[in-house]
């Protein structure tokens, strides 16, 4: 699975939207980009995932560049509680279009929000 | 709503002594996984099961067993805990193979803390 690069934090204030990139240069085309967050203490939360296309769900956007070696997730109003880890993982699936969800978690972004 | 339960949330071992961490899922889901996450670290893969009765090796798997004899629950077992060891352990759980592709997202629970002296 291809390796990712994210900034080691970041700041962000309350109400704006928070921009957080990563860089996964060596990504192939059966790899899909995932972000997960973790708040303190919690156990790891899906956010979103993509393969080429942008994504919007409830929580946030994931815009993937056309070349797809980087994307950024957005989360459009930044609150206090979104103060977490966030991890951008590649996952590859298989030929069969099944995965085994080995996730490989780095060292994430730290996002803080302040009011 | 409970999803993915691990127990016990928090235990403090001896080095040498056994202990069995318990995972329960009730999403119906074939895979599940125990992570670990040592401070400032990301989580890593231990062990891995893609169904009832299987199990596989992660990333980090010495020093642990797993059992997997029925589907809703995973068991990490320590047979001689070492202080290296004392770590932060997390389940997780997914639908795995036979679903769309993007929809196998995977689930975690909550944690449990694990202190080797």
């Known amino acids: 699975d291809a390796k990712t690069t994210q900034p080691t934090s970041m700041d962000c204030a309350e109400g704006r939207a928070a921009n957080l990139p990563c860089n996964h240069s060596?990504?192939?085309?059966?790899?899909?980009v995932y972000w997960y967050r973790q708040i303190h203490s919690q156990g790891p939360q899906y956010i979103i995932h993509?393969?080429?296309n942008n994504e919007t769900n409830e929580m946030a956007s994931l815009i993937i560049t056309e070349d797809r070696k980087s994307s950024t997730l957005i989360l459009p109003h930044a609150t206090l509680r979104d103060t977490a880890v966030y991890y951008c993982?590649?996952?590859?699936?298989?030929?069969?279009?099944?995965?085994?969800?080995?996730?490989?978690f780095g060292q994430g972004t730290i996002l803080t929000v302040h009011p | 709503n409970a999803g993915v339960t691990q127990t016990p949330k928090f235990r403090v071992l001896k080095t040498g002594q056994s202990m069995t961490l318990l995972c329960a899922q009730d999403?119906?889901?074939?895979?599940m996984y125990w992570y670990r996450q040592d401070p400032g670290m990301g989580l890593r893969l231990i062990h891995y099961?893609?169904?009832?009765?299987?199990?596989a090796k992660g990333e980090v798997p010495d020093g642990y067993n797993v059992s997997r004899l029925k589907k809703q629950n995973f068991l990490l077992g320590l047979e001689s805990a070492a202080p290296s060891q004392t770590s932060v352990y997390f389940c997780?759980?997914?639908?795995?193979?036979?679903?769309?592709?993007?929809?196998?997202?995977?689930?975690f629970g909550e944690g449990s803390w694990l202190t080797v002296v």
């Open positions: 997780a759980s997914s639908h795995g193979q036979g679903r769309l592709i993007g929809v196998n997202t995977i689930y």
């Open positions: 060596t990504i192939s085309g059966n790899e899909y």
């Open positions: 993509g393969l080429k």
């Open positions: 993982i590649v996952l590859r699936y298989n030929a069969g279009g099944t995965s085994y969800g080995k996730l490989t």
């Open positions: 999403m119906n889901h074939e895979y």
């Open positions: 099961s893609v169904g009832e009765g299987t199990t």
